[in-house]
């Protein structure tokens, strides 16, 4: 299988970044073909990495994977104007650079974090027929209010923005996985459909992460009998670090108790200035330590602290340092609440803070300590046994494989019969008819194609007539019946609405970026179709007046099929079901050059209502059908 990967962060950046790479390695070493677009690598200090230049894209082989790697602006500080400088850059580029990367992949999988990446989604998914896979690994637009950057008066107006860019990529997902079941539970009551909600936990670079007996005691100054508490990760106002500093500060100084702070970030100064002002001498600032020295680092801790603040947001949130530290079998000292903490309890790795404060924290870590350090060996084993039933890239990468299978599947179905399949059929009773299905819009549109290559809603292209066939799915008044062979090849389809006042235009309010994609792709391929387009949001099928009933929106059957009788049945299916909500069915069709249609409605026990022309001078007939006076 061909498979894209679509993430903003991607080796050699390290930490969280370096994650959708274990992913793509995985799916590589499963047999796929996977490439992968993602930005020049600057995270986390916004500087861009050596090799690299931020104004020139590059492809470049990894791993057994494609990375093709587009530019961006350079940021990683707390300057909200450059975070989203940087954000933007990368999601205009990704857009640009997508429809062509991933124009032949059978499924696409989004890491959702920032949401820029949405155009990039939307034009694969709109203008190549590209599936995919959203995996919420940080929850938007929440996790800029935890961080604390909408704080002004006119953060509600944006927040607004964000969910509808955020449900829209939701909607354009085929599934969408989230990483804690908190999110689950709050992407299901933001409108997601359950049956589009799939859990897939994150899971740890096992590259770096995993048991050993290495460590960096002896190069730290550090006695092998001290109990050693590490804070490894991004020194951020999210972080709330602050209560950390201070519990440490009321710890023994006598060398029997150390914490070891690496990292970087906005806040580094902040907390080495506290750090000094209350002479908390058992911790040490270490600043950044690079990728490679990470195994030896986190094998130097008995406990791996893991911070969350005070937000709700948080307690939905599943740090990736839980894995990474289940992984390498180290205990935990979490200071949070939610599904981090009740993970860790599930797990009986580590010791929970339920106060958010110093005093809380100090009393956590001296009730660990006095445990004594093979208790605590004890619990680190248990976090890895956890890991690797739960977290493990082995699971995480069959479920995520499993996703994108699925996606690609319901996407691929053919628009046809094929020859072999219709010279099997003798009759039209060897068909199946149903309502129209999720996974259906696009093989109609290709059926349509073929039953009616001149017409109008043709020459508007394959990705139009998908949205116009979607939109019979997402209307609650929407009146479809296909016609399938049993092999599930769409042979024939109708479709209609009992409320056709303002029916386009409903369409397009809920699904505005589809259709405007689409509908730009139509318009660049046939300008003089713009006005009539236009009109088209407005349609109602009538020739002027107050019109009443059903409207009978299309009709067509694969040309392939050498039977007669699937129109008939089509068309008197339909109208059974229309007849049991309107009074009347109404449809227009052309007058001129068009006799065997009509001929078609009249057999079916319609007749014409009345005749006008269009602005583009075309003829039309307005059939109409009574069901009862």
């Known amino acids: 299988m061909k498979i ?12 969280p970044a370096a994650l959708p790479g274990v992913l793509a390695r995985g799916l590589a070493e499963r047999g796929h073909d996977v490439r992968v677009l993602t930005g020049i690598p600057n995270y986390p200090t916004g500087e861009v990495h050596e090799g690299y230049k931020a104004t ?16 961006l602006y350079p940021s990683h500080d707390a300057s909200a104007v450059h975070r989203i400088a940087n954000y933007s850059t990368f999601g205009t580029s990704a857009l640009i650079a997508a429809p062509h990367i991933f124009s032949d992949v059978d499924a696409l999988w989004v890491n959702y974090s920032p949401i820029t990446v949405g155009p990039a989604q939307w034009a694969a998914k709109y203008l190549r027929s590209v599936p995919s896979v959203v995996h919420v690994l940080d929850l938007w637009p929440d996790t800029v209010m935890a961080s604390g950057r909408a704080t002004s008066p006119a953060s509600s107006q944006v927040l607004r923005g964000l969910n509808y860019w955020c449900k829209a990529m939701y909607g354009a997902a085929d599934s969408v996985a989230y990483i804690s079941p908190g999110v689950g539970k709050v992407l299901q009551e933001r409108g997601v459909a359950e049956h589009k909600l799939h859990y897939v936990p994150m899971w740890a670079d096992e590259n770096i992460f995993y048991p050993t007996t290495d460590n960096m005691r002896a190069q730290l100054g550090i006695s092998e ?16 670090l602050r209560p950390l500093i201070q519990a440490c500060a009321m710890l023994p100084r006598d060398g029997s108790f150390v914490a070891i702070i690496a990292g970087s970030g906005t806040e580094e100064q902040s907390l080495r200035s506290l750090s000094s002002e209350i002479a908390s001498q058992n911790i040490r600032f270490i600043g950044r330590v690079p990728q490679q020295e990470m195994t030896s680092l986190i094998s130097t801790a008995d406990l791996c602290y893991i911070s969350l603040n005070d937000h709700p947001h948080a307690q939905i949130t599943l740090p990736s340092k839980t894995q990474s530290t289940f992984a390498s079998s180290r205990a935990v000292i979490l200071n949070g609440k939610g599904d981090a903490a009740e993970i860790l309890r599930d797990a009986d790795a580590g010791w929970v803070c339920n106060e958010n404060s110093p005093e809380g924290i100090s009393n956590t870590l001296m009730t660990a300590m006095s445990a004594g350090r093979l208790a605590i060996k004890r619990k680190g084993e248990n976090g890895r046994k956890y890991y690797l039933r739960n977290f493990s890239q082995k699971v995480a990468v069959e479920n995520v494989e499993k996703l994108l299978q699925n996606a690609a599947s319901s996407s691929n179905h053919p628009a046809s019969l094929t020859q072999a399949d219709a010279e ?8 199946h008819y149903r309502s129209l299905r999720q996974s259906d819009p696009r093989a109609a549109a290709k059926l349509h194609i073929a039953a009616f290559p001149n017409f109008f809603l043709s020459q508007l292209g394959e990705q139009f007539l998908t949205e116009f066939y979607r939109a019979f799915i997402n209307d609650e008044s929407s009146i479809s019946v296909v016609a399938t062979h049993p092999s599930g090849a769409l042979a024939g389809i109708c479709v209609g609405t009992s409320e056709p006042h303002g029916f386009y235009s409903r369409l397009v309010k809920k699904r505005v970026i589809p259709f405007a994609l689409a509908s730009a792709q139509a318009s660049l391929k046939n300008p003089r179709a713009i006005p009539r387009l236009l009109r088209g949001f407005f349609y109602r099928g009538e020739a002027g007046g107050q019109v009443n009933g059903a409207l009978l929106a299309s009709i067509c059957v694969d040309p392939s099929i050498r039977i007669s009788g699937v129109g008939q049945q089509l068309i008197t299916r339909w109208m059974s079901a229309a ?38 001078g075309r003829r039309m007939n307005r059939y109409q059908h009574i069901f009862r006076s």
């Not at 894209?4 to 930490?15: A, C, F, R, S």
């Not at 020139?56 to 530019?71: C, D, L, N, Q, Y």
């Not at 009998?225 to 709330?240: D, F, I, K, P, S």
């Not at 249609?597 to 014409?608: D, L, M």
Request: aromatic share 8%.
């Open 4 to 15: 894209g990967l679509l993430t903003q962060w991607y080796d050699p950046e390290p930490g």
């Open 56 to 71: 020139r894209a590059i492809t470049e082989k990894m791993g057994g994977v494609t990375v093709h790697r587009v530019p």
């Open 225 to 240: 009998e001290a109990t050693v508490l590490l804070y490894a990760g991004a020194l951020g106002v999210a972080q709330n």
């Open 424 to 431: 099997l059929l003798s009759s039209p009773h060897q068909l």
């Open 579 to 616: 007849s049991s909500q309107c009074d009347s069915a109404f449809l227009t069709t052309d007058a001129n050059g068009n006799d065997h249609v009509n001929r078609f409605y009249q057999r079916a026990g319609w007749s014409i209502e009345s005749t006008f022309s269009t602005p583009e």
